[in-house]
């Protein structure tokens, strides 16, 4: 069973339009939810993150909008540069929880990944 | 501050041989965890230490894995004996504090025949 499911697979956009990459969770232990960007040959680099108790955090060209009722959340690329071409991975993590060493429920759960082509 | 490092990048082995996987994490990194990502499919959370302890090793496929982190430094991911379905990229990932800013590794690329 897939905990966050990501869409769309494959995307391309033309240089100077949005990127849109969407996801979805069940679980609502879900607390934090990063996103990753991963260029061919590299480990996934944390782009960007956002905790539910805010629905939209932005950072330069890259905004994640966070709809907690929905159980979705979405990472926007503004003005996408052909230097955005990646693999982006959306991902979440429980809450640690409780526990003698604060609970061990670090672990992030990963969606398939979404390729992104940007034209020049 | 250097990166985490994975070693071998690649790794080509038949089936029912022995393969080693090495990760360094950040320094100071106390928490390293490993994934696995299939093709096709997603990252997949393999286990998590903190420093030598195994803190979660629930991901872990079967008894043919096993992790250590003798030292709280290193660890080393040992698949006895490889079979095919173990193909795929392996993940280091390590932080300092408790999951938040995980940075991963390269990656070692295993291919079973």
């Known amino acids: 069973q897939q905990q966050v499911k990501q869409s769309p697979q494959s995307l391309i956009v033309q240089k100077g339009g949005i990127s849109i990459i969407n996801c979805a969770y069940e679980n609502t232990a879900f607390d934090y939810f990063p996103w990753y960007q991963q260029f061919p040959g590299k480990g996934p680099a944390l782009l960007i993150a956002i905790r539910p108790d805010v629905s939209e955090k932005k950072e330069g060209r890259f905004t994640i909008s966070f709809n907690k009722s929905a159980k979705q959340f979405s990472l926007h690329i503004m003005d996408s540069q052909p230097g955005d071409s990646a693999t982006y991975f959306c991902a979440a993590r429980r809450h640690p929880g409780g526990g003698r060493s604060g609970g061990s429920n670090y672990k992030l759960t990963f969606g398939k990944g979404t390729l992104l082509t940007v034209n020049p | 501050e250097a990166g985490v490092t994975q070693f071998p990048s690649h790794s080509v082995i038949e089936k029912g041989q022995t393969v080693t996987l090495r990760c360094d994490p950040i320094?100071?990194?106390?928490?390293l965890y490993w994934y696995r990502r299939v093709m096709g499919k997603e990252i997949k959370f393999l286990l998590h230490?903190?420093?030598?302890?195994?803190?979660?090793e629930s991901g872990m496929p079967n008894n043919r894995f096993l992790a250590e982190r003798t030292g709280g430094t290193y660890s080393t991911l040992k698949v006895q004996p490889a079979e095919l379905e173990d193909s795929g990229v392996y993940f280091c990932?390590?932080?300092?504090?408790?999951?938040?800013?995980?940075?991963f590794g390269p990656g070692t690329r295993l291919t079973v025949l």
């Open positions: 230490f903190v420093k030598e302890s195994k803190q979660d």
């Open positions: 320094s100071g990194h106390d928490n």
């Open positions: 990932a390590s932080s300092r504090n408790r999951g938040l800013g995980q940075f």
